[in-house]
């Protein structure tokens, strides 16, 4: 079982920054693969950005360039710094981790982008 917990959302403005942080528990945190899906109003839930065990990163092509996801196994914690965002970066962002075919989440962290 892992537990995840999910802070840093927030309201900005367009062009701002947040780092989303995304704290694991309750198994071994380097054994799984983690990313960050997000949820808007309306629209089908897309990945944002993801990070293997072997640190593979990968981002989806609305973010690459201004997001950038890390991992810190010594604090269990998965990062994602979120640079120049945008009104369409609006909507909730939750947190998984990946062991093989079984999915844990996070409760999600609103992030909203207005001026």
């Known amino acids: 079982q892992v537990q995840l917990v999910e802070s840093g959302g927030g309201l900005v403005r367009p062009g701002g920054s947040l780092r989303l942080s995304c704290a694991a528990s309750?198994?071994?945190?380097?054994?799984?693969?983690m990313g960050w899906y997000r949820q808007a109003p309306g629209k089908q839930r897309e990945l944002v950005a993801s990070?293997?065990?072997?640190?593979?990163?990968n981002y989806a092509n609305s973010v690459k360039g201004r997001f950038t996801i890390s991992r810190d196994g010594a604090k269990n914690t998965v990062y994602l710094q979120m640079n120049n965002l945008k009104p369409e970066d609006t909507a909730a962002y939750y947190c998984?981790?990946?062991?093989?075919?079984?999915?844990?989440w996070g409760q999600g962290t609103q992030v909203i982008v207005s001026a």
């Open positions: 990070i293997t065990t072997g640190g593979r990163l």
């Open positions: 998984y981790a990946k062991l093989e075919t079984i999915y844990y």
């Open positions: 309750g198994s071994v945190f380097s054994s799984y693969a």
